[in-house]
């Protein structure tokens, strides 16, 4: 059973810098499009960083980019996303997906196959 777990989301400091952790079980992050994905109370789900298949391209949308890295270690089947210089609207519960099938993009409705249970960040002095 394929599955994503995030873990290290939490409260942090507006300026301040989190890193969270993806970790896959029961397939290959390698031969997937990995994105990150954020929910505001409110809002609709938007994409923050997607990475395609074998790390050939790396989106990054407007709000974070120059802010927010995304990593993958393939020998931990993990991947990272780094957040710095964090702003309170940053403030949302951050979930990961896995899709074997996306080329490019990072909407997501294009993630069909594999979504984590997310993990909440929290921006706030």
């Known amino acids: 059973q394929r599955q994503l777990v995030e873990s290290g989301g939490g409260l942090v400091q507006p300026g301040g810098s989190l890193r969270l952790s993806c970790a896959a079980s029961?397939?290959?992050?390698?031969?997937?499009?990995i994105g990150w994905f954020r929910q505001a109370p409110g809002k609709e789900r938007e994409g923050v960083v997607c990475i395609s298949s074998s790390d050939v391209r790396t989106y990054y949308s407007d709000v974070v980019k120059g802010r927010f890295t995304i990593s993958r270690d393939s020998a931990k089947n993990t991947v990272y996303l780094l957040m710095n210089s964090l702003k309170s609207e940053d403030t949302a519960v951050y979930y990961c997906a896995a899709d074997s099938l996306v080329l490019d993009g990072c909407e997501a409705s294009k993630y069909l196959e594999v979504w984590g249970q997310g993990t909440t960040v929290t921006v706030s002095s």
């Open positions: 029961g397939f290959t992050f390698d031969y997937y499009a």
